[in-house]
């Protein structure tokens, strides 16, 4: 399993996939024309990383805006990440944001809610 690394543009986020280190870093603007064309790679790789997932896999999101249809993808992301806990590995999840952006700290909480995996939400310092 190889990992990936995408360079971010002004309407997609950096995306680094470590199947080794069992690592999962998504960061920026996730703005993308058709989100679910753009994170197709991400959840391929998760579908292959899910068969033998490291046993400790930390998960970093820092995202300073995305769209609704991201939105949908992030959830779809992790889900499979839910799914990989569920199944006996360690999941943890961070999830940064600016001190003074309320609406990504509800967004983080709200995610937090919804999904059953070790889940921290972390202003930026």
């Given amino acids: 399993m190889e990992k990936i690394k995408i360079e971010p543009t002004n309407k ?3 995306i680094e996939l470590d199947p080794e280190a069992g690592l999962l870093k998504i960061e920026g603007r996730s703005i993308p024309e058709n989100s679910f064309e753009f994170y197709k790679p991400v959840m391929a790789w998760l579908d292959e990383y899910a068969k033998s997932p490291n046993a400790s896999t930390l998960c970093t999101f820092k995202f300073e ?3 609704t249809s991201s939105s949908k993808c992030i ?3 992790f889900r499979k990440l839910e799914q990989i806990h569920q199944n006996g590995s360690s999941v943890v999840i961070s999830w940064y944001y ?3 952006d309320e609406d990504m700290q509800e967004t983080g909480e709200d995610y937090k ?3 059953k995996v070790p889940f921290k939400v972390i ?3």
């Fill in 75 to 77: 959830l779809d992301i």
């Fill in 65 to 67: 805006y995305f769209n």
């Fill in 123 to 125: 202003p930026n310092s």
């Fill in 113 to 115: 809610s919804i999904i």
């Fill in 12 to 14: 997609t986020p950096r």
């Fill in 98 to 100: 600016d001190e003074d």
